[in-house]
């Protein structure tokens, strides 16, 4: 099998972000506080190399909040191997954005 | 920040976005667009609550904006990247010899459809007929200056020459013409009526003759500025009767665009039989040359000796019209012979560098990278002819000094940088599958250059050739290198 592809500290920051629940574009942005011009691009690329994928949010639901819909991201298989491949490489990272489990302990 | 200023800065963001969008590809555009104001609202959402500074919080949300740019460029990239990897022609000789083609068939439509241009291709068909000399005075030193009476032309039609075979005559006077109700003055050259046969000059729009009809008016030619001033370039002038003067002549043609290229400037020819022309005032003598006319031509003249009914000698000058004002073709081969002059100074014109460190490609294989280059010259060179010529004559007359630097400039600067152009792009080309060559991976250091050679390697996507370039030429490694790639190598390039 050929192994996971090896990610820069922005894209790994980004699925790590994902993977904490935080799923559309500026509550990312938010999390990492890394600049919109980074985040959207980086996203587009994992989206490219099927790491995420993304799909709009129901308009009934964004109406019953009095907001636009949202897209939505969430990792595929082979983003979550990435991730967790860039864990180990990078110790630091759940403790920058910890998991939504972990936040509730 | 009053709340007047918001909707003006909502209209800034969204304008930012709108401008941003357009650098997506069409396809994703409304996607991206739904996306960004989605999460603008949600910025503008968060900004409003935790900032309490509004200049800043209006700050923040453009430079979240600014960034839907960056977003914006990265798609565009992704579609040229999939367009390039899709696309089947990249880099093949048939995409260049496709651009080429699209090239010529522009400059040439171009040609076709510029008016100006076309009147420049009318000139080329309206050239004079090889050997019509113009016929002076020998003792007159200005060209432009009346020097003849229609009595020598008539002494010279009543002999039978041996030089030439032909003659026609014409002086200028301003005449009146009745076009409305004041009547305009127009300059009239006052002609044998076989000027524009002797000359070889097609008349446009020329109305056929009838041999029924017994039209004893006079015949007026219209030069073509005039037709277009005064008559609005209507075809239909042709065949009207006009009031030249005192007498009525019948309009017969439009001379072609800017073919006059002989002294006396005229908007109108009135041509006659040289009968009917009256003895007073001088002008000026064509003639057309027989085989031994021509052949006693000396720096593009011949001298001419008439004898008077006195036996009185008198010498006149015949000069050719070719040497008046170059053709453009002329002005073309000219730019051409400059731009291989100067090709070496800007390219290495020699294609001997190409040594294999391996086996050599085919004769048919080389036979067929040769045709290649050669057929891109010969594009060039018609792109830079065309191309040259729509250039030039778009704007200015032909004939006029600065349409013919121009065509100079244009047809020098299209074969020089096409053809170094052509020559680089042959170098970068496989040998192979004339396919050019990608990839550029700059290889070792140059400060170790004496322990391994440094450069840039090539590769050929078709995976027949890699190429290397030497960063620094050495006595031992100085010009670029072909490595025909083995059977050993396909497990790289497979699927």
Redesign the interface.
Known sequence: MASPAKLSHTAAMILQAIDAGLV????IM?TTGL???????AM??LE?DKLICSRWERQSIADAEQ?????YYKLTSAGAEALQASRSRYPLLERMIPLAEEKAL | MTPRCEPVFRAIDHGLLCCASYLVPERQRAEWR??W???L???R??SSVSSTISWRSEREIA?????????A???RR?WWQSRRRSAPLHGSAAQCILWLGCLLLVSYGASRLLPRVHMEQDFSSSQALPGTILIQDEAVQYGSIPTMAIDQVRLWQRSSQRYADGFAFYRVTREPVELGPDPDIWRVAEASSNLFAVAGWPLRYAAPQQPNTHDDLPRLVLSLRTWRQQFAADPYVVGTVLRIGAHPARVVGIAPADAWRLPGKADAWLLEPDSAMGRNGLGYVIAHLTRSGRAAMWNGAVRITSYDSRKLEHDFLGKSFEEHAPAPTDIYWFGILLALLALPALATVSLAEYSFTSHKPSRMRRAVRLGFLSLKIVAILWIAYFGSIDLAYWHFPVLSPSGTYIQLAASFAICLFGMRWALLDQRQRCPVCLRRVTHPANVGLVSRMFLAWSGTELICEGGHTLLHVPGLPTSWFGAQRWMLLDSSWDFLFAG
């Open positions: 559309y574009g500026f509550s938010e600049p919109s011009g980074t985040v959207y691009p587009r690329r490219r907001r636009p819909p949202r897209k | 739904r996306e104001k989605s999460e609202w949600h910025a959402q968060s430079g979240f904006c600014m960034g839907a740019f960056q977003d460029a990265c798609l992704f």
